[in-house]
């Protein structure tokens, strides 16, 4: 074993102090040599001893062993343990051999050097466990650590067997001998005179005495009770408050009992409908409505001002039914409805329904009614309007209408497409075209117009879609028609689609 420059030889044994009595300590002996062979033989070398459990982590026992004269030695020491300063435990009694019991639990030690204090940790040992020896020598010029581990086996823990002069930790003078008891008849008893055991006689059967009952006391007490009744209440004496009685021969039932005001008796004490029992800062007992403490009750609450319910720390408040959660808080103010996890400031996990009302948008508009998406866009188409001859007359003349019922109340957006006729026979003149609901243009007045229109023979005039906007009531049917207008005409000719293909088309829209 190569422990810096030593090398170290060493034997355990155990022996006991006394011929006949249990062994007190261990002897630990050996050799120590330099590595290059020179013995060990400082005048003053220390140990130190420590025993712990087969880990090695629990510290048990801890002795220092300070003094030891090598010189002259050749390196050899004998040292015994449990003869030196105990570091550990802290508690004084404890002996090496107290290291050894099995039938204990130890306060494991923490050790730094010489100094040791009280572990977090304990040790339990199994009735198997070994202990381990550790050992630090001081060579005059640095602690070295023996290794390895020394294990104490069976023979070291015969040294427990001290405690056969004991039954636990009792010792013989504790206890009576069975011979040494005195005999006594069946009508005596036990009894210790202040030096000695001794048989005294029962006086219950005859007389009173001191600490017994007489035959006169159990019948008088047996009287108070028989086989068919209770005791009465003139058999019970009235308990002053003093001695911790109530000082009355009745009491309310299903009542609370407290002092009074003086402390000098005991009085019935109850709190009305939907009052808590309270106590002030010195303890006194007294009622305290339920609104009060700002708790929230059934059927609602009085507070006298804003209540809030919740949280004050970062967590979410959830309202349940049957046992299952309805409508959640989010702990950053999102609200969920039939889902835990709102993704916005309002997330319903199911149908919302507006009774009335409507819904209000951010720019302030309110929709009370929602169009029909399968009524959205409505498309109208208008056959052929043929043999029309114009007039002079400045007016418009409607040449094809159609009927159409609103789904839904609101604003609707009409688009005509091909609002120019196929023209043929006509001079030069103004010519335009509109449409109407209901006779009434709508809110742009939107119309086409042309102005020079000169001799078009078979021809087609044809302008971009013209639109305007109308009010409309859901359920009311109207009446959708397509004019003209003329101006310095005489006898123009035309079809609303002549030889063109496909036909004149309106196209109804919601604004939304």
């Known amino acids: 074993m190569n422990f810096g420059a030593f090398l170290v030889f060493i034997a355990l044994s155990y022996f006991g102090t006394e011929a006949n009595g249990a062994p007190t300590t261990l002897t630990y002996q050996g050799r120590i040599l330099r590595s290059d062979g020179t013995p060990l033989e400082h005048s003053n070398v220390s140990f130190i001893f420590q025993i712990t459990n087969p880990s090695g982590q629990c510290t048990i026992y801890q002795e220092q062993v300070t ?45 730094v050097g010489y100094n040791c204090v009280n572990g977090t940790s304990t040790y339990t040992p199994l009735n198997t466990d070994y202990r381990v020896l550790r050992v630090q020598f001081h060579d005059g010029s640095g602690w070295r650590t023996i290794a390895p581990d020394n294990h104490i086996r069976s023979v070291p823990f015969s040294g427990y067997a001290l405690s056969a002069q004991k039954l636990g930790t009792n010792v013989a003078s504790d206890f009576l001998l069975k011979a040494g008891l005195p005999t006594c008849t069946s009508n005596q008893y036990l009894s210790w005179n202040g030096t000695t055991l001794i048989c005294a006689t029962s006086s219950a059967a005859s007389s009173s005495s001191t600490g017994l009952l007489s035959s006169t006391d159990w019948n008088a007490f047996n009287n108070k009770l028989d086989s068919s009744s209770s005791i009465s209440t003139s058999q019970l004496p009235t308990v002053p408050v003093s001695k911790g009685g109530t000082g009355v021969t009745s009491l309310i039932p ?85 889902t835990t996890t709102p993704n916005s400031a309002l997330t319903v996990g199911g149908q919302v329904e507006s009774t009335t009302g409507g819904f209000k948008f951010p720019d302030g508009s309110v929709q009370t009614t929602a169009a029909s998406a399968s009524v959205l866009p409505k498309v109208i188409t208008f056959s052929s309007v043929s043999g029309i001859t114009t007039s002079s007359a400045p007016s418009y003349v409607t040449m094809s209408t159609r009927s159409w019922t609103a789904p839904a109340t609101g604003m609707v957006l009409m688009t005509y497409y091909k609002i120019a006729p196929y023209i043929f026979s006509c001079t030069s003149g103004n010519l ?72 004149d088309t309106i196209v109804i829209q919601y604004v939304q």
């Open 432 to 503: 335009g075209f509109r449409f109407t609901v209901d006779g009434a243009a709508g809110f742009i007045g939107n119309h086409a117009f042309i102005t020079g229109v000169h001799r078009y023979q078979n021809g087609e005039a044809v302008f971009p879609p013209m639109v305007d906007t109308f009010n409309v009531t859901e359920g009311t049917t109207y009446i959708i028609a397509t004019q003209y207008f003329t101006q310095s005409f005489s006898s123009c000719l035309f079809n609303s689609h002549g030889n063109s293909s496909g036909q």
């Open 254 to 338: 299903n009542r609370l009992l407290a002092s009074d005001a003086s402390g000098s008796a005991v009085t019935a004490f109850n709190c009305g409908a939907g009052q808590l029992v309270s106590f002030d800062a010195l303890g006194v007992m007294g009622c305290i409505n339920v609104s009060s403490l700002g708790m929230f009750t059934n059927g609602g609450n009085t507070f006298s001002a804003n209540a809030v319910l919740g949280t004050n720390d970062n967590f979410s408040v959830s309202f349940a039914t049957n046992g299952i959660r309805r409508m959640t808080v989010t702990a950053d103010g999102k609200v969920g409805i039939l």
């Open 67 to 111: 003094g030891i004269n090598m010189t002259n030695s050749k390196g050899v020491f004998d040292v015994p343990i449990g003869a030196g300063l105990i570091n550990f435990p802290l508690s004084g009694g404890f002996t090496v051999l107290d290291a050894f019991n099995n039938s204990t639990s130890y306060t494991c030690g923490a050790c």
